[in-house]
């Protein structure tokens, strides 16, 4: 029952094996990176639907809560956002934002919710005719 294997399939298992480890590497980060991009967004989301609904929050207290809790993308170093307030009353207020973590970014622009200010509009029509 001593069977004795050539040399050749010994350095043949070991090109395969790295081979395997090697694509289960590749496998696991690209994990980790869908992973991160998609917290980035729902960090990124969060915290826009926030400002947007918030009456008493601005953007930099929005900011700097965010980055004092737990969550945040596991192997970016660094993961910042960056919200603005702009327009006015009678064309309606907007929040543009954008993130940026390693080589991943996202930007959104979204309309204010703000149902007293459209039913003063309305209001205002009516009384003119």
């Known amino acids: 029952m ?4 050539q040399a050749s399939f010994t350095i043949e298992a070991t090109f395969v094996m790295a081979v395997i480890f ?19 967004a ?3 989301h969060s915290a826009v639907e926030r400002l947007c609904h918030s009456e008493s929050e601005n953007s930099d207290e929005i900011c700097a809560s965010i ?8 192997i970016w170093k660094d993961y910042e956002i960056q919200m603005d307030l702009k327009g006015n009353m009678l064309t309606g207020k907007k929040v543009q934002a954008a993130a940026k973590g390693g080589t991943w970014g996202l930007d959104l622009e979204v309309k204010v919710f703000d149902p007293e200010n459209f039913l003063r509009l309305i209001s205002l029509l009516n009384q003119e005719e």
């Not at 001593?2 to 294997?5: E, I, K």
Request: no cysteine.
């Open 42 to 44: 729902i960090i990124l």
């Open 67 to 74: 980055k004092n809790s737990g969550v945040r993308p596991l």
């Open 2 to 5: 001593n069977r004795r294997f």
């Open 22 to 40: 090697w694509a289960i590497m590749i496998i696991i980060q690209a994990a980790y990176n869908l992973h991160d991009e998609t917290v980035g």
